[in-house]
């Protein structure tokens, strides 16, 4: 359950835990919007929270898709989330140099999926002495990901969680094995399940990525049922409108029945 995270509150709540936010800081007044009702709902349901949120997208579809605001008004931004609300916050990084300079900002480095083999980028990572999320790329075997990981720990980081987030099905789809789960989980880390990316489907003619927003709570529910240890969830309190991945975020005023359930259903598991 990761308790090594600062600031990481109800880990002894015995629920999984929960990586929220937008996909990408559009403002700080959304950033503070979003991070305000989620810290409230996880504190009435006792549920441990990270606060995530690109200050920079590297991967776009197209070369006049949004990539932020600036970075180091994005970084910024996120270090007044962690003060102001007293949460841990997690952003995810493209480079050696980034990694540095976003440790000094948050409490959990991500890694990319598409950027999941790059050593010196893990490395880089694991150099920070911050928690690393390694997302599983949508090319691997969950298997494979035993030696991403052991880029990190060989380093001497062992504060290390792993991401499922779908495997590439076909050319504009992706799909979730659950039978990853525990295969990775016996690495000894943690495992989360990325469920809004999940739910993409990259490579449209449009050039801007689609999704299934309709199966959000569908994949979660199913992922507690298979047992992964945290759930990775972006949200926007109007998706049609969000500036990234809009097409499969979960709209804000709905986190709340969807989690409500989804400790329903964790307590029933974990009692049987």
């Known amino acids: 359950m990761i308790p090594e995270i600062p600031l990481l509150k109800h880990t002894r709540s015995g629920l999984f835990f929960l990586i929220a936010g937008p996909c990408v800081i559009e403002s700080r007044d959304l950033v503070f919007r979003v991070a305000e009702t989620m810290t409230a709902m996880t504190d009435k349901m006792s549920v441990p929270y990270i606060f995530k949120a690109s200050y920079k997208k590297a991967n776009r579809s197209r070369p006049d898709s949004f990539t932020g605001i600036g970075d180091d008004k994005g970084l910024e931004i996120l270090s007044e989330v962690r003060q102001r609300f007293n949460i841990p916050v997690l952003t995810d990084v493209h480079s050696v140099e980034e990694a540095r300079r976003a440790a000094k900002y948050v409490d959990v480095i991500q890694i990319p999926a598409f950027l999941c083999r790059q050593t010196e980028l893990l490395q880089a990572a694991a150099g920070t002495g911050k928690p690393v999320n390694i997302k599983k790329g949508q090319f691997l075997s969950p298997h494979a990901m035993e030696f991403a990981v052991r880029k990190v720990s060989s380093c001497g980081n ?115």
Do not use: C, W
Not at 224 to 235: N, Q, S, Y
């Open 158 to 272: 062992n504060r290390i969680m792993i991401t499922e987030r779908g495997t590439t099905f076909g050319y504009q789809d992706l799909v979730v094995d659950f039978r990853g789960i525990p295969v990775m989980q016996a690495f000894g880390y943690p495992v989360v399940l990325d469920v809004t990316h999940s739910l993409q489907q990259p490579n449209q003619p449009s050039g801007v990525t689609g999704g299934q927003p309709a199966l959000i709570a569908t994949l979660a529910r199913a992922g507690i049922a298979a047992g992964v240890d945290g759930l990775f969830m972006e949200t926007h309190p109007e998706p049609s409108r969000a500036l990234s991945d809009g097409a499969n975020m979960l709209p804000l005023h709905s986190m709340a029945d969807v989690l409500d359930k989804l400790i329903t259903i964790h307590r029933a598991v974990h009692s049987a």
